[in-house]
């Protein structure tokens, strides 16, 4: 199984380039984050005739998640479905040949200390309780998305300058440890020790050229998965070109 996780910043805009990334990855499952559409424009778009099952909560203008799937979905869950009164369309869940996929955006956060910051933090304290309360870490997972955390600092241009950014300050990876303590893998680390490997560049001050990027977008597996990943890669292509989005998909192959 090969799966993808990739923020394409409006999947309108991107449509063209997904399609081109579709046939030239030929994914098994693809996580999408950023749709900024209603599910009537998404439907639109006709992904079933490339051949893929979708599975997505949608919201105009803003966020928005899917699924992709090759082989048949099942058991399909919209949100946290913690009971808070969240209008955000920020995650869905399926199960593919056994294994629990989640594509999932967190909040970017706005500037640390803002009504914006608090609630990133209190999303992903929400998405632990939702992983205790819905999921399993001994059985098949594979946690997908954008998180807006780079984990460490090789995940980061400038971690001594990035300390009190959103995408790094200490509050926000110690919530993302807590994630990962639930019983997950970061996989791409599986295969890449090195640091400067990103996924997200801004599309100011000649980011993606200078490589002062972030590792935020994350594929990460329960070790009963994470133990039969056999390759794992960043698609930097993706982030060229003509009208890029600014993250760059990641890739996982499953054996």
Partial sequence: MLIATWNVNSIRARHERLVAFLERHTPDVVCLQELKCEAEVLE???LESLGYQVAANC???YNGVAILSKRPIEDVAIGL???EDDPQARLVS??????????AYIPNGGEVGSDKYVYKLRWLERLRAWLDAHCDPTRPLALCGDFNVAPEARDVFDPAAMEGDTLFHADSRDRLQRILDWGLVDTFRLQHEDAGLYSWWDYRMLAFPKNRGFRIDLILATPSLASRVEGSSIDREERKGKQPSDHAPVLVKIA
């Fill in 44 to 46: 639109a778009l006709n």
């Fill in 59 to 61: 919201q105009k203008t």
């Fill in 81 to 83: 479905g913690d009971g």
């Fill in 94 to 103: 399926a199960t593919i040949d056994g294994v629990r996929v989640v594509s």
